[in-house]
């Protein structure tokens, strides 16, 4: 298809994707002319795409323009619209222009009511590129299980929570340690028929970076495994973390999981008014916080607030962090 959406976090499959296209349509030879790269942040970038698109690619191949942070379908500009309702049947049949952006197309558009037709019509493809959220676990599970499938790679039971705590949810990262351990399990493997399995055993041996973040650390704190939460904070804060922009991340979260716990022992269901008293964008994420605080009493979780308040406090006054966030979690088990 000429016209070619692509929306996503997982920036690392989006480059695979426009690399594969590019590899596949254009001719090596002909490359550095009829491929262009060009940035939607700036307007005079975006008028340049739509001149080259109409271009028709020099030499063999085809042409390929690439609009990375492409506005057309995130922002209203009535401009671009009608120009990019112009200009698409003119596209050469030989010319591809890819429109990429981090965000969903914004369904209240023109423009992307437009493209949904273009799309219905098949001239136009929308494919999207999401990582699961970092908060939630099962979505990351399933994400490393169908990469490390796609790999022939299987898990054994107790690997993929070791991987995660690794890499996090960084696509990148993950295909490369996959790759390492493959290369490993295939090396140590005498028949190279035999299925591939990777053991938390092998998971320590190969994936030797620590990954943790402040969704760890909250984890840790709700299950009041207060040691675990603390060295969590410790290895952040010696990579460089600033302890108050970390200890604002941690107020921010269980204030979520308080007000969450409060509303819902309350009988509150309606989602969007939840969403707007916690101030969480998406709704699906009240599913997981209630899950994670239905055998947690209210109390707990005001008396956790009220700990990382006056760890706030305590290190505006200058006070050592680390001497901080042992002193005020520790009375909490």
């Not at 490359?31 to 271009?55: H, M, P, R």
């Not at 990019?84 to 558009?109: M, W």
Request: charge should be positive; glycine fraction near 4%; include cysteine.
């Amino acid at each position: 298809m000429p016209i070619q959406i692509i929306w996503g976090n997982d920036l690392n499959a989006i480059n695979k994707f426009i690399k594969k296209v590019i590899d596949q349509k254009v001719s090596k030879i002909w490359g550095e002319i009829n491929v262009s790269y060009l940035n939607g942040d700036d307007d005079n970038q975006v008028k340049q795409a739509f001149d080259e698109i109409l271009t028709p690619p020099l030499g063999d191949g085809s042409r390929v323009i690439v609009l990375k942070n492409n506005p057309l379908f995130t922002n209203k500009n009535e401009e671009l619209r009608i120009k990019f309702e112009k200009i698409y049947q003119n596209i050469p049949s030989n010319s591809y222009f890819i429109l990429q952006n981090n965000k969903k197309p914004d369904t209240r558009l023109k423009s992307t009511k437009f493209i949904q037709n273009l799309i219905k019509k098949n001239l136009a493809t929308e494919t999207s590129f999401s990582l699961p959220d970092i908060w939630d676990y099962e979505g990351q599970k399933r994400y490393l299980e169908v990469t490390a499938n796609s790999m022939n790679i299987n898990l054994e039971q107790g690997a993929a929570e070791l991987i995660i705590n690794s890499v996090g949810n960084d696509s990148f990262k993950l295909m490369s340690e996959l790759a390492k351990a493959k290369i490993y399990l295939s090396a140590s493997n005498n028949n190279a028929n035999k299925e591939l399995i990777l053991r938390s055993d092998d998971v320590k041996k190969i994936f030797n970076d620590h990954q943790s973040n402040i969704f760890k650390i909250i984890d840790h704190l709700l299950q009041n495994k207060i040691s675990e939460s603390l060295i969590e904070i410790h290895y952040l804060l010696k990579k460089g973390e600033p302890a108050i922009r970390l200890n604002a991340g941690l107020i921010s979260q269980i204030r979520m999981h308080t007000i969450v716990k409060l509303v819902h022992k309350s009988e509150e269901q309606d989602l969007a008014k939840i969403c707007k008293i916690a101030n969480i964008s998406n709704p699906k994420r009240i599913f997981f916080i209630r899950k994670k605080v239905s055998n947690i009493s209210a109390d707990f979780l005001i008396k956790l607030m009220s700990n990382l308040l006056d760890i706030e406090s305590s290190l505006k006054k200058g006070n050592n962090p680390i001497n901080v966030f042992t002193e005020n979690l520790v009375n909490l088990s």
